[in-house]
């Protein structure tokens, strides 16, 4: 199985809105809404930011939403801050029963 | 509260054996997947596997048959990683971590592995 395709960076302004895209084919993403994303800022553990495709653990900061759609995962950063600068990554079941990342994405606030 | 809590830093030399291992508590550690993932210098996370603690049911990445074991011990709620003969690029930071769903949001420390002849 190969990784999920992420771009490998996204920038914004402070204030505005991205989306990281995380596109995998239908034996991962698109056949289960099993797709987590992890924040890692550097030298740190990877944080869940968003699990089962659109749901938020508690104190994650709700600017932070995901969405699917075929085969294509989406992380969305509203109202980007300095502090949400870091690498993102997405993660998906697989129909092997393990689990994929994908590329990972860095995010820039300009 | 749910920890992982890994074992210490290792520095190997090529060929040499490794196990290093995972503690699970705050959790019911034998009914919940718990894998392993790899981050080498400056690149991103890869599943290296997954197991099952209560029958150890192991799913390896395919790019990690057949080179690392993923074991554990419910006994002692742990799990393992364990190579039998290091190479160079081996070198990277390993998590342990849980892969489903909420308990995604608990990883543990990291354990970095250093192999230099």
């Known amino acids: 199985q190969s990784a999920l395709t992420q771009p490998a960076s996204v920038s914004g302004s402070p204030g505005q809105s991205i989306t990281v895209s995380c596109t995998g084919t239908?034996?991962?993403?698109?056949?289960?809404?099993?797709v987590s994303w992890y924040q890692q800022h550097p030298g740190k553990a990877p944080q869940l930011m968003i699990y089962?495709?659109?749901y938020r653990p508690s104190g994650v900061s709700n600017r932070f939403s995901g969405s699917k759609s075929g085969n294509t995962a989406s992380l969305t950063i509203s109202g980007l801050q300095a502090e949400d600068e870091a690498d993102y990554y997405c993660s998906s079941y697989t129909s092997s029963s393990t689990y994929v990342f994908g590329t990972g994405t860095k995010v820039t606030v300009l | 509260e749910v920890q992982l809590v890994q074992s210490g830093a290792e520095v190997k030399k090529p060929g040499e054996s490794l196990k290093i291992s995972c503690k699970g508590s705050g959790y019911r550690f034998t009914t919940n997947w718990i894998g392993w993932v790899r981050q080498m210098p400056g690149k991103g996370l890869e599943w290296m596997g997954i197991?099952?603690?209560?029958?150890?049911?192991?799913r390896y990445s395919p790019s990690f048959q057949g080179q690392v074991t993923i074991s554990a011990d419910k006994s002692i709620s742990t799990a393992y990683l364990q190579w039998s003969s290091l190479e160079a690029s081996d070198t990277a930071m390993y998590f342990c971590?849980?892969?489903?769903?909420?308990?995604?949001?608990?990883w543990g420390q990291g354990t970095l592995v250093t192999v230099s002849s």
């Open positions: 239908s034996s991962d993403v698109g056949g289960y809404n099993l």
């Open positions: 971590a849980l892969p489903t769903g909420l308990l995604g949001r608990f």
């Open positions: 197991i099952f603690p209560s029958d150890s049911d192991t």
């Open positions: 089962d495709v659109t």
